[in-house]
């Protein structure tokens, strides 16, 4: 069958593998590639069980495969068969060197961007999706600048707004699609080309399209904005728990406000996610770089109040239970960083299980689809830990649960029978303020919310 676009994808993972999956489900008359240094990835996205859990994606994968959806790991070929590439590789905080904690990692993108211009054999449209510093795609264009042969790139930014656990809804109906490009003759074209592309199923008035820098820019600023909304609820739920407030009443008292909006408004544990972090980080690293100290700091603090977040947890465990852990089995519901996925990157979950054994706390994580992850998160760690997928038998015998992810499923559970297994006093800790804690405090729990008074039977 002839196809109307060859178009690659350089990167299998959480948005690689969702963005192209969608894109060839709405357009059967392109032939989409994806392609990844990792056979391993490449194996499983093409059996049947994929490498990340993503509510939906199955269903679709399994239309479009070996259709007009493949997945290899032959780079070269890819990128000399396909005129379109979308980038979509890892860009994590830089680990080493200069910017080391704060700057992204440019490593994997600049390789990928050598690889281009390697195998490239006629003029190519380079897609930003990963998500980079601004000014990235000059760095790209002067790397694809080739003198030695007449192949021509146009570098064009389409940054990747999906969140995990809702990717493929996400996809299909975006609040918005965002292209930005250079303003010349040849950028201005490009961009049209994938303003058309998009338009096969997204209304037109939801693709806008923006200068390069302005594109870049607006996605690193779009999930600081998002992180920073979480830090203000959870900077507030602290001062809830000193005044006797109700976290929910004052979200929903502010949230009501149509200037402010209800969402991302709700209290937590702490929020999680391999971006939010890396990409304020980024932030505030090209800030500093720039000479803007205030601006720098003033982000920073987004990072800072999560970090406490979670440590307070901490410390309410502890004062809580007689100020000592040792030797207490505390049961975690939850690992993944948010419902619906089992991806655990940056999860407050990680943080709260390293401390839980530095106080020598026994741990015992349930979660319908993180423990594969769970376990090679704390493989290094040194403690006492064991994972349990049934939630009823990984609170046997505990004295406290930590509710560290909203999925559904511990909403519904019978918290009697729970209770009646476990060590007394027993307590609840709901990171999450997804349980109905005055049943809970019925039961028998002494029950520790985020963000309002505690219900609790023992005497002060
Ligand atoms: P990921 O780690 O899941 O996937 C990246 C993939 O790129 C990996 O499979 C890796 O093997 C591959 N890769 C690295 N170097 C390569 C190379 N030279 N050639 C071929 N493949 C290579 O990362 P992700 O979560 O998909 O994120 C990718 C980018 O998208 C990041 O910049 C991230 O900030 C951004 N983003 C992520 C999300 C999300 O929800 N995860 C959402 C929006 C944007
Ligand atoms: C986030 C953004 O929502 C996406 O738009 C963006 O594309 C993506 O980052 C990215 O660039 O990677 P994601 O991290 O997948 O998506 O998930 P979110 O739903 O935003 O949740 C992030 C974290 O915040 C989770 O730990 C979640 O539990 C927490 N959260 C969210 C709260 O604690 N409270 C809230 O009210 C909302």
Redesign the pocket.
């Given at each position: 069958m002839e196809f109307e676009k060859n178009i690659l994808c350089i990167g299998a993972g959480?948005?690689g593998g969702p963005t192209m999956a969608v894109l060839a489900h709405k357009c059967p008359q392109f032939k989409v590639t994806v392609v990844d240094i990792n056979p391993t990835r490449i194996a499983e996205w093409n059996s049947d069980e994929l490498p990340i859990y993503e509510p939906g994606l199955d269903k679709i994968v399994r239309a479009t495969r070996g259709k007009n959806l493949f997945f290899s790991t032959d780079i070269a070929g890819g990128i000399r068969e396909n005129d379109i590439i979308f980038v979509s590789v890892n860009t994590p905080t830089k680990t080493f060197g200069a910017g080391a904690g704060m700057a992204a990692d440019l490593q994997y993108w600049e390789k990928t961007a050598r690889q281009i211009l390697q195998y490239s054999e006629s003029p190519k449209i380079v897609i930003e999706k990963s998500?980079l510093p601004v000014k990235t795609a000059q760095a790209m264009e002067n790397i694809l600048r080739n003198v030695h042969s007449s192949v021509t790139f146009e570098v064009l930014s389409n940054?990747?707004?999906?969140?995990?656990?809702?990717?493929v809804q996400?996809l299909e109906n975006p609040d918005r699609v965002l292209i930005g490009s250079r303003e010349t003759p040849s950028g201005l074209k490009a961009r049209e080309m994938l303003v058309e592309m998009y338009a096969k199923w997204v209304p037109r008035e939801k693709i806008i399209t923006s200068n390069i820098w302005s594109s870049e820019l607006s996605?690193i600023v779009?999930?600081a904005f998002?992180?920073q909304?979480?830090s203000s609820?959870?900077s507030i739920s602290a001062l809830c728990e000193k005044t006797d407030a109700d976290i929910t009443e004052v979200a929903r008292a502010v949230g009501m406000d149509s200037r402010i909006g209800s969402?991302?408004?709700?209290?937590?544990?702490?929020?999680?996610?391999?971006?939010?972090k890396k990409?304020i980080l980024n932030l505030v690293y090209l800030c500093r770089y720039y000479g803007l100290d205030e601006v720098a700091d003033y982000w920073e603090g987004v990072v800072k109040i999560n970090r406490y977040q979670q440590e307070r947890f901490i410390v309410n465990m502890l004062s809580s239970m007689f100020n000592t852990l040792a030797g207490k089995r505390i049961c975690l519901f939850g690992f993944s960083?948010?419902?619906n996925?089992g991806?655990t990157r940056?999860?407050?979950a990680i943080f709260i299980s390293e401390r839980l054994m530095e106080e020598k706390a026994e741990i015992v994580i349930t979660d319908p689809k993180a423990l594969k992850n769970a376990r090679t998160d704390l493989a290094g760690a040194k403690g006492k830990v064991s994972f349990v997928e049934d939630p009823y038998r990984a609170a046997e015998g505990c004295h406290a649960i930590a509710v560290l992810?909203?999925w559904d499923l511990y909403r519904t559970l019978d918290y009697r029978k729970i209770y009646d297994t476990m060590v007394t006093p027993a307590y609840l800790f709901d990171g999450?303020n997804i349980l109905d804690h005055k049943k809970c405090f019925d039961i028998g729990f002494n029950v520790y919310p985020i963000g309002k008074p505690p219900l609790t039977h023992l005497k002060k």
């Open positions: 959480y948005v998500t940054p990747e707004f999906l969140a995990e656990g809702t990717a996400d996605k779009a999930n998002l992180a909304r979480i609820i959870n969402k991302y408004l709700n209290a937590s544990v702490g929020f999680g996610g391999s971006c939010f990409d960083f948010k419902a996925t991806d940056e999860s407050p992810t909203e999450r």
